[in-house]
């Protein structure tokens, strides 16, 4: 899992798997420093996720590394607790039992008091008997055993047996079904220990030995170290006891189980240090090494105490006294004695002090009267019903929000007796400070604000520990040595009594409550602090509900405010096709009032066409979601004509039968469509229209031109059927010559076709078509339909042809338009000057690879380089019959082709006027193919 992360990124789920590695680099690979990184970046990316699932098991993972002491993730409190209302939250009832162990287990491994660890077994007890999680009651019963046994209320110290339970029916039970094995084992490590504490070192090891065997099975850390410890000292203390031959095997285990203590230690000396100094002595004592017994005893000693592993320290005072009362310095001893009573004590293991005070009656009159230096278990918290009630009151109160925050805030400042006080929200993740309260002459005054947590409003360090563990601060006197003494904000003001509280609703933090007072140390009594948790409580849930109700009329507010303000049609419906309330541009759009809605006469399935209803929630996932897209439908009005709507609908909640719909009318917009399209048709209808009309008007320009054309061949034609009729009438007729004038009348007739039907080509109104031809063929031909034209203006008409010209593809007869108005612009231009020869010239060139390029130059007036442009305008023309049509037209249909149209002045006089043709790309492939062969065939 962790390398699939690795490579492919990270799932919800790889926190889990990084935790998981850090516990297979620890306990099988000895790598504890990665292990503990790994641990960490898991549980840091679960807390930083806030996906619950897993949650519960990352920290039990977490909790098995060596490092990460059982007190790591929030003073006092043993990380599987968390666990526990983790896998609660995510409703993972497996984890929730195996938390239950866990923390026992942790609770033990810290030293923490018995009769908490009693009462939390009870409780574990209960609830994994209420779960029916067999294997749990197993496992904690094993570590309840012990518990008993220390606490004193078993028969004898070291048994577990009592009116309740007996020892050979539990043990044939775990040994019974290889699925309890991990409870068999840690039966046995829990038996170690409480035999090793009673003294009975033979039958401890035989625990150890027992334990060993299922040792494997077993991934917590914790356990382990009970078991190496324990037995490393069971061991050392059998020594003294057994032969010097059977002494060997058990010397030998004891440095394994040293070196693994020393591993641990080595990692986390916090919690592993003093167990392994412990170990050290034993062995130094059994080697002879006095002066290194004495000091890795008090090492051992001063290690436990420091860490507060109190139970540790009274196990190190203990062997310490049998050490030196073993070499007769009994004020050593008793000192030890005494401690290790102390110890034992204030562990609560009171069965293991009355065999104390069994073997060492005087220890018990040395006991100091005064109460123990350490006080466990929580301070009896006081409230006053009165006090309750009027926090209660002031608080629930209260449902708008800013003076609630007032409320909160100053109620807090009186109860505490701070000086100053800050309400923290949390929104997204980000912490921001949202009423600040100080008191002035007794009279506190709150004033509301929205700003940043900064490092000089409080201490930012305290803050972040209670965002993360949820768990309350008090800090008697912050300046004294505390986690968070180096704090600026304590450091500069001087900070003395401090208190956060994390403001809880349903386990989810919503905020926190920062209180201060600078005067005075301690000035936040445990009397005290019950009513702030209290308060805390209350003004969690009240924040949170009088937030959910601003939202709540906020968003009320908008959605009336969207509603009245009718911009657009919205009703609500319900699946049997009921409308149950609609806007006034709803009701107007389908024509019917106020007075038939509430009569129930509107329903949307009779709104709808029946085509449309048969779309209405049509696809699986409309029916899903409950959401319809915005579609063009129609309605029906109440007079019975269409109204084209856009319309759109989503339920309320996924599957309900209710929701809401919205909807736009479109008749405008379809009315301005139709009249849109219809005025395109329009202006397309004109263009075509115009186009025609330039051309006949071309047309009729050139009549005469026409006229002389078809004549020609006409009279030719009569002559020569006169001279065939005189051939007929000679003798004998000249059949030869009548031949000869027949086809010469053929020729004409068909020249006079040629010429009809040329001009019937470029008048009529044909659609465009797109064929090849060649571009040097039409070319002349406008030139034979115009030369006569030219010669009657008095204007030399020229050609130039390029030779090998490529085809062009496009519409001829289109083209040839293009070039006959081209042509005809130049004469008339001509026509108006006198100015020296009249000269037109048509030419063509090939612009390999770009086109052909066609060129009407003319020797007229030229063009205002200002209206070069100008002319291709639609309407632009300088004559007073000119349409200005003719040169806008050319350029339209030039471009269809691909191709370009432009003026510029002629080199000496006169305008050309130019356009090109993009090349037939089949022609280009085709060539480049050939091309590309010859050179192969070369
Ligand atoms: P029309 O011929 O009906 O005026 P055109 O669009 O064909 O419409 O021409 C627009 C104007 O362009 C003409 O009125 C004329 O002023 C100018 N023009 C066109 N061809 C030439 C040319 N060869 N030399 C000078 N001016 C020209």
Same mark, same amino acid.
Request: charged share 25%.
């Given at each position: ?62 909790? =098995? ?8 993730? !929030? ?161 050392? $203390? ?81 062997? !310490? ?64 019903? #009165?006090? *309750? ?53 007794? #009279? ?6 929205? $700003? ?67 005067? #005075? ?9 019950? *009513? ?49 309330? $609609? ?15 509430? !009569? ?23 029916? $899903? ?92 034609? *009569?002559?020569? !059927? ?11 007729? =000249? ?46 031909? *406008? ?47 001509? =026509? ?98 050939? #091309? ?7």
């Amino acid at each position: 899992m962790g390398n699939l992360s690795l490579e492919h990124g990270n799932s919800d789920a790889s926190c889990y798997a990084y935790t998981a590695v850090g516990n297979v680099l620890g306990l099988f690979f000895g790598d504890y420093k990665a292990a503990f990184r790994f641990g960490e970046l898991g549980l840091d990316m679960a807390e930083r996720s806030g996906v619950e699932r897993l949650k519960a098991r990352i920290y039990l993972a977490f909790g =098995n590394l060596a490092k990460s002491s059982p007190r790591h993730f !929030a003073a006092g409190r043993p990380i599987a607790r968390h666990a526990f209302e983790a896998a609660l939250r995510a409703g993972d009832l497996t984890y929730a039992a195996f938390s239950c162990n866990n923390v026992l287990t942790q609770l033990l491994a810290t030293g923490n008091p018995l009769a908490e660890v009693q009462r939390e077994a009870e409780a574990g007890l209960d609830f994994a008997r209420r779960s029916k999680f067999g294997l749990v009651v197993d496992l904690i019963t094993a570590q309840f055993g012990l518990v008993r046994t220390l606490c004193g209320r078993t028969a004898m110290l070291g048994s577990f047996n009592d009116a309740d339970f007996d020892e050979d029916r539990f043990e044939q039970h775990l040994g019974e079904d290889p699925r309890l094995s991990v409870a068999a084992c840690l039966y046995w490590i829990r038996k170690l220990q409480a035999r090793l504490l009673a003294g009975d070192h033979a039958t401890a090891v035989a625990a150890a030995e027992k334990a060993e065997r299922l040792l494997w099975m077993s991934p917590a850390i914790f356990e382990r170290a009970e078991y190496h410890f324990y037995a490393a000292l069971a061991r050392a $203390a059998l020594c003294d006891a057994v032969p010097v031959a059977a002494r060997a095997r058990h010397r030998k285990a004891l440095a394994i189980h040293q070196r693994r203590l020393q591993e641990w230690a080595e990692n986390c000396p916090e919690n592993f240090a003093s167990r392994a100094a412990l170990v050290g002595a034993e062995i130094a004592r059994l080697k002879g090494r006095w002066y290194e017994a004495e000091r890795l005893y008090e090492q051992a000693i001063q290690s436990a105490r420091g860490n507060g592993l109190v139970h540790d320290e009274a196990l190190a005072c203990e062997l !310490a006294a049998r050490f030196y009362a073993a070499r007769g310095l009994q004020i050593n001893s008793h000192a030890h004695l005494r401690g290790a009573r102390h110890c034992y004590m204030a562990w609560g293991a009171h069965g293991k002090v009355e065999q104390l005070d069994a073997l060492y009656p005087h220890l018990r009159e040395v006991e100091p009267a005064a109460a123990p230096t350490r006080t466990f278990g929580a301070p009896i918290e006081q409230l006053d019903l #009165a006090t *309750v009630i009027k926090v209660s009151q002031a608080i629930s109160g209260e449902i708008v929000l800013e003076r609630l925050i007032d409320t909160v805030l100053r109620t807090a400042i009186e109860q505490a007796g701070a000086e100053r006080g800050l309400l923290i929200s949390l929104h997204d993740g980000e912490s921001r400070i949202t009423a600040e309260a100080t008191t002035r002459r007794d #009279a506190a005054e709150v004033k509301l604000c929205d $700003a940043p947590v900064t490092a000089n409003m409080l201490p930012e360090s305290v803050l972040h520990y209670v965002l993360r563990t949820k768990e309350s601060v008090v800090l008697g006197d912050a300046t004294a040595q505390t986690p968070f003494s180096a704090d600026p904000y304590i450091c500069q003001r001087q900070a003395r009594s401090v208190l956060c509280l994390p403001l809880l609703n349903q386990g989810q933090l919503t905020g926190v409550l920062y209180l201060e007072n600078n005067l #005075a140390a301690r000035v936040f009594a445990p009397t005290r602090m019950a *009513v702030l948790k209290l308060l805390a409580s209350q003004a969690a849930i009240s924040l949170e509900n009088t937030r959910l109700y601003r939202d709540l009329v906020e968003r009320g507010a908008k959605i009336r405010r969207l509603v009245e303000a009718n911009i657009i049609g919205i009703f609500i419906w319900d699946s049997d096709g009921r409308i149950l309330e $609609a806007n006034d541009a709803f009701l107007c759009m389908v024509g019917y009032d106020r007075a038939d809605l509430v !009569a129930g006469r509107l329903r949307w399935t009779d709104l709808s066409p029946p085509d449309w209803l048969d779309d209405a929630m049509a696809t699986e996932e409309e029916r $899903a979601t409950g959401t319809i897209p915005p579609a063009e439908r129609e309605y029906f009005r109440k007079d019975g004509t269409r109204v084209p709507v856009l319309c759109g609908a989503a339920a309320f909640q996924e599957g309900g039968n209710q929701g809401v719909a919205f909807v736009l009318d479109l008749t405008e917009r379809k009315r301005a469509e139709g009249a849109l399209r219809e005025s395109e048709e329009a202006l397309r209808q004109a263009q075509g229209q115009l186009a025609h009309a330039n051309r006949v008007d071309t047309m009729g320009q050139l009549t005469a031109s026409i006229a002389h054309e078809v004549n020609q061949p006409l009279a030719a034609s *009569v002559t020569n !059927a006169e001279a065939a009729l005189r051939w007929l009438g000679s003798h004998p007729p =000249n059949l030869e010559e009548v031949r000869d004038a027949l086809g010469r009348i053929v020729k004409n007739a068909n020249r006079a076709g040629e010429v009809v039907g040329r001009i019937r080509a470029l008048i009529k109104k044909a659609p465009p078509r797109r064929e090849r031809f060649d571009l040097n063929e039409a070319v002349r031909d *406008v030139i034979a339909l115009t030369r006569r034209e030219a010669v009657r203006h008095g204007v030399s008409l020229h050609s130039e042809f390029a030779t090998g010209l490529p085809s062009v593809k496009g519409d001829r007869v289109q083209v040839q338009q293009v070039i006959l108005n081209l042509v005809m612009n130049a004469i008339e231009a001509m =026509n108006g000057t006198d100015e020296g020869e009249r000269r037109l010239l048509v030419s063509t060139q090939d612009q390999a690879p770009y086109g052909v390029l066609v060129a009407v130059s003319d020797s007229g007036p030229g063009l205002d380089p200002q209206s070069l442009d100008r002319v291709f305008e639609a309407f632009y023309t300088t004559k007073s019959t000119g349409m200005g049509m003719g040169l806008a037209i050319c350029r339209s249909t030039i471009e269809a082709h691909g191709g370009r149209l432009w003026a510029s002045a002629n080199d000496r006089r006169g305008a050309v006027f130019q356009f090109t043709l993009p090349l037939d790309r089949d022609e280009i492939a085709g060539a480049e193919e050939a #091309a590309q062969l010859a050179a192969l065939g070369n």
